[in-house]
Nanobody
Framework: QVQLVESGGGLVQAGGSLRLSCVASGNILSINTMGWYRQAPGKQRELVATITSGGGTNYADSVKGRFAISRDNAKNTVYLQMDSLKPEDTAVYYC??????????????????WGQGTQVTVSS
């Protein structure tokens, strides 16, 4: 079984910073793209940032220049450094990963996994 566990959320004032972490554990052969998504109350889940295994990154326009995604492949961990936070960044943040795992039937299988989410609240 593969599991993603996020940490680092909390309450911060506008202009402040937070760093989110997400660790993937379990029977993992390799991890391709990892990313962060968020969902605010009453809104759909949206992409925040993604990073490939080679380090290529992609950001939502709303966070460019303020957030930075990074990963440690040796630790199966992805990070999201969030600076200059705004009240509109308030949401539950979810970690996402495209993971290759052993399969008794086919040798290996690929799946998309989600963490349980961590709350980020930015006060004005």
């Amino acid at each position: 079984q593969v599991q993603l566990v996020e940490s680092g959320g909390g309450l911060v004032q506008a202009g402040g910073s937070l760093r989110l972490s997400c660790v993937a554990s379990g029977n993992i052969l390799s991890i391709n793209t990892m990313g962060w998504y968020r969902q605010a109350p009453g809104k759909q889940r949206e992409l925040v940032a993604t990073i490939t295994s080679g380090g290529g990154t992609n950001y939502a326009d709303s966070v460019k220049g303020r957030f930075a995604i990074s990963r440690d492949n040796a630790k199966n961990t992805v990070y999201l450094q969030m600076d200059s936070l705004k009240p509109e960044d308030t949401a539950v943040y979810y970690c996402n990963a495209d993971i290759k795992s052993p399969s008794p039937l086919t040798g290996w299988s690929r799946g998309t996994y989600w963490g349980q989410g961590t709350q980020v609240t930015v006060s004005s």
